[in-house]
Nanobody, 114 residues
């Protein structure tokens, strides 16, 4: 059974940085592509970034390209999202996801505000 636990969210000022973590279990992590999504109330969940199983390829949504970096540590079964130059419009609940599999963690709230 896929289990995903996101952490690292919080309140940060515009221009600041945060690093999110997603601890995964219940599947072969190193063989699985992973993604980050985000969602704000009343809106559909938005894809943010993805990374292949070995971490050799990454992709980003246009709204975060150049500011966010997705990475992974297969020894720790963890995927990360480094978020720099944060903007108020980045405020959302952030979730990780196993590409091609159902299921979500509880998410972690990121609030960008002065």
């Amino acid at each position: 059974q896929v289990q995903l636990v996101e952490s690292g969210g919080g309140l940060v000022q515009p221009g600041g940085s945060l690093r999110l973590s997603c601890a995964a279990s219940g599947f072969t992590f190193s063989r699985s592509a992973m993604s980050w999504y985000r969602q704000t109330p009343g809106k559909e969940r938005e894809w943010v970034a993805s990374i292949t199983g070995v971490g050799s390829t990454t992709n980003y949504g246009d709204s975060v390209k150049g500011r966010f970096t997705i990475s992974r540590d297969n020894a720790k079964n963890t995927v990360y999202l480094q978020m720099n130059s944060l903007k108020p419009e980045d405020t959302a609940v952030y979730y990780c996801n196993v590409v091609g599999r159902p299921g979500w963690g509880q998410g972690t709230q990121v609030t960008v505000s002065s």
